[in-house]
T-cell receptor, first 115, second 112 residues
Framework: DAGVIQSPRHEVTEMGQEVTLRCKPI?????LFWYRQTMMRGLELLIY????????DSGMPEDRFSAKMPNASFSTLKIQPSEPRDSAVYFC?????????????FGDGTRLSIL | GQQVMQIPQYQHVQEGEDFTTYCNSS?????IQWYKQRPGGHPVFLIQ?????EVKKQKRLTFQFGEAKKNSSLHITATQTTDVGTYFC????????????FGAGTQVVVTP
């Protein structure tokens, strides 16, 4: 079975550019999570969806960040405009249970560098 | 809000030795999960504990959930180089279902 698929794997772009990260969750999973990981702040939950609906976006750092889930098999995380401090590894994860009682399956991540 | 703390943050172990990492929550958890992240990789689910006082084993790894369901531990016996990585515990936040808070992780380095 295919796991969580993220693209791109690596992204290097200049400050001010728009960045779009993509995620395809595991088929049948109804919860999707976006995380950011840095050395300083560890693994931070940015936003999560249940049945394509954003449930909690309190972790989104600021208005430059936005996330969508137009259907059960696709989600995007967009940063516009990007800044050097956004450099991090961004993970998408999916789960089969909305109440957090099932494991989260992580994608390989997108390693983002903003110059 | 809920906080999940892990200690130690860093663990340097000689191959063959045992070690334990601890996870403490400021609130009671309905369950706790453990994940392992290899260097350059992504977190991978290891196990979930649900019952008070529950103990589960995976080969050389022993996981325990405290009686009050506010703490957990991971004990590794006879550490091997394949145990290198960061071990995270995660528990559901009581203020928003479906949301897990991850601890900061314990980074394990194994010396041959």
């Amino acid at each position: 079975d295919a796991g969580v698929i993220q693209s791109p794997r690596h992204e290097v772009t200049e400050m001010g550019q728009e960045v779009t990260l993509r995620c395809k969750p595991i088929s049948g999973h109804n919860s999707l999570f976006w995380y950011r990981q840095t050395m300083m702040r560890g693994l931070e939950l940015l936003i999560y969806f249940n049945n394509n609906v954003p449930i909690d976006d309190s972790g989104m750092p600021e208005d430059r960040f936005s996330a969508k889930m137009p259907n059960a098999s696709f989600s995007t995380l967009k940063i516009q405009p990007s800044e050097p401090r956004d450099s991090a590894v961004y993970f998408c994860a999916s789960s089969s249970d909305r109440v957090g009682n099932q494991p989260q399956h992580f994608g390989d991540g997108t390693r983002l560098s903003i110059l | 809000g809920q906080q999940v703390m892990q200690i130690p943050q860093y663990q340097h172990v000689q191959e063959g030795e045992d070690f334990t990492t601890y996870c403490n929550s400021s609130t009671t958890l309905s369950n706790i999960q453990w994940y392992k992240q290899r260097p350059g990789g992504h977190p991978v689910f290891l196990i979930q504990l649900v019952k008070s006082g529950e103990v589960k084993k995976q080969k050389r790894l022993t996981f325990q959930f405290g009686e009050a369901k506010k703490n957990s531990s991971l004990h590794i016996t006879a550490t091997q180089t394949t145990d290198v990585g960061t071990y995270f515990c995660a528990g559901p936040s009581g203020d928003s279902w479906g949301k897990f808070q991850f601890g900061a992780g314990t980074q394990v380095v194994v010396t041959p």
